[in-house]
């Protein structure tokens, strides 16, 4: 080992890879990858952009495909509209989605950052591409950054930064294509720009935060910011998949020396696993939080040993177990636990959106409101109904006393016409006959008919004299 990497070996964990020891930020330059891994990436990233760019401009039945309007507390998903009253379906989905990632973590590690988290599809497949593109190869960026302000510096990168801002203000109009709808997205472009100021400042503020996440903060957000990175620690275990460095063959790691008979491991400490990483460690000094789990080090050591004639696979996919006896990948009892759990959610969720009622009842008497007596010997109740039609249609529905007499009048005396993606709000009574209402306070039963299918049932109480 040379002295560097004595030093290396003794100060590496004290902080992180992309800080000086005075505590100031080490810009990452990293070399673009290549190789089999990379190119694998690459495709299931440009399939993830086609997929996130496309999906606000598809419709069915004149429905988004998604649209996630928080501020309205409005969710479509795969066309189905859900309301607030549906948050369970959304609270279970999001629990499905977390035991999802947790058990992906367990069993591959950090597959999900280095293959389809945002941060890194678009940093690493959009972002990064570019600024390659602009500025030059990673040693031409660092040149320039650390040169003199000069003709070149401020062409290139008043380009590259106004490409990035394009950019970031095109994944800002997506986003807010799936948080209030393409329409109205569109309808936006259309109008004046005073009648829409409010969403403008949201769009120009989250134009700016996508530009400052992705032409500085960058690997802090895997680093440093990210809750899911940080917690990493506690999922994993000695079987869990991850980018490893087999030690047992690299090291003791050694220059190449032609002609000369190797006495040292297979790493030849050419440095290339780590001028390519995005985060900026080295991954033979062992497992790190700040690996995204990106492979770019497989690609690059691949290509190094497929140089130097040694099998390839130093650096691979492996857990501890296997780098440390040998021992293959097995799907252990905590893995089993989290994908029973995993396939439970996952049929309650499809069984939650697929019986999901697209009309939503509630009934309740007019508080403070006690009984009537009212012509023909009957009782009557006062009572607020409240009907959420979750479709994009009118439906005008009956209701109806089930299971006893009694007559439902709804005040305005109009035929219910429940509007189209509204909660529909009204006040009717009911009137029972005298002797139907046997005790203080009835279970009733009141069917909501559209034409002569009934869609719900409603309990509720109906209030009578003392018997
Ligand atoms: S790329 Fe492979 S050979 Fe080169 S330093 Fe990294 S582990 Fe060693
Ligand atoms: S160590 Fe390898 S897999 Fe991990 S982030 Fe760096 S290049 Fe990617």
Not at 66 to 75: A, D, S
Not at 325 to 338: D, P, Q, V
């Amino acid at each position: 080992m040379t002295e560097d990497d004595l030093l290396h070996a003794e100060t590496y964990r004290d902080r992180v890879s992309t800080v000086t020891d005075k505590g100031d930020r080490k810009w990452v330059y990293a070399t673009k990858p290549s190789g089999k891994w990379y190119n694998y990436r690459t495709y299931v990233s440009y399939f993830y952009l086609a997929i996130f760019f496309v999906i606000p401009f598809i419709k069915v039945n004149g429905m988004p495909f998604m649209m996630i309007n928080l501020l309205e507390g409005k969710f479509i998903l795969f066309s189905k509209i859900f309301w607030p009253q549906d948050f369970f379906i959304f609270a279970i989905g999001m629990i499905t989605f977390i035991i999802f990632i947790v058990l992906f973590t367990v069993v591959f590690g950090r597959l999900f950052c280095g293959w389809v988290c945002p941060q890194t599809v678009f940093l690493e497949f959009v972002f990064r591409p570019i600024e390659w593109l602009v500025e030059g190869s990673p040693a031409q960026q660092k040149k320039l950054n650390e040169g003199d302000f000069t003709l070149e510096y401020a062409a290139k990168k008043t380009t590259k930064h106004l490409i990035f801002l394009a950019i970031s203000f095109l994944i800002a109009n997506t986003f807010l294509a799936y948080i209030r709808g393409l329409d109205e997205v569109v309808k936006i472009v259309k109008e004046p720009i005073v009648e829409h100021l409010g969403l403008l400042i949201g769009m120009a503020i989250f134009t700016l935060l996508f530009y400052g996440v992705f032409a500085f903060v960058r690997d802090l957000v895997c680093t440093t910011i990210c809750p899911y990175g940080r917690l990493q620690g506690v999922m994993f275990d000695k079987d869990t998949m991850q980018i490893s460095y087999d030690y047992k063959r690299g090291e003791p790691r050694g220059k190449l020396h032609k002609n000369a008979v190797r006495t040292e491991g297979d790493c030849i400490n050419c440095m290339k696993c780590v001028t390519v990483c995005p985060t900026g460690i080295d991954i033979r000094d062992g497992l790190q939080m700040e690996c995204v789990g990106c492979t770019a080090c497989i690609d690059s050591c691949n290509e190094v040993m497929a140089a130097i004639h040694k099998p390839k696979g130093l650096i691979r996919y492996a857990s501890e177990n296997e780098i440390t006896t040998g021992e293959k990948f097995h799907f252990n009892t905590r893995m089993k636990a989290y994908t029973g759990l995993l396939l439970v959610l996952m049929v309650f969720m499809a069984v939650l959106i697929f019986t999901r009622k697209t009309v939503d009842t509630y009934i309740s008497r007019v508080k403070g409101q006690l009984y009537q007596e009212v012509e023909g010997n009957k009782i009557s109740n006062l009572f607020d109904a409240k009907i959420i039609n979750k479709t994009r249609e009118e439906i005008p529905v009956t209701l109806k006393l089930e299971d006893m007499p009694g007559q439902i009048r709804v005040i305005g005396g109009h035929q219910i016409v429940l509007k189209k993606e509204a909660v529909n709000e009204f006040t009717f009574f009911l009137d029972i006959p005298k002797e139907a209402v046997k005790t203080r306070s009835a279970s009733i039963k009141i069917g909501v008919y559209q034409g002569n299918e009934k869609i719900q049932t409603v309990k509720t109480k109906f209030l009578g004299p003392f018997k």
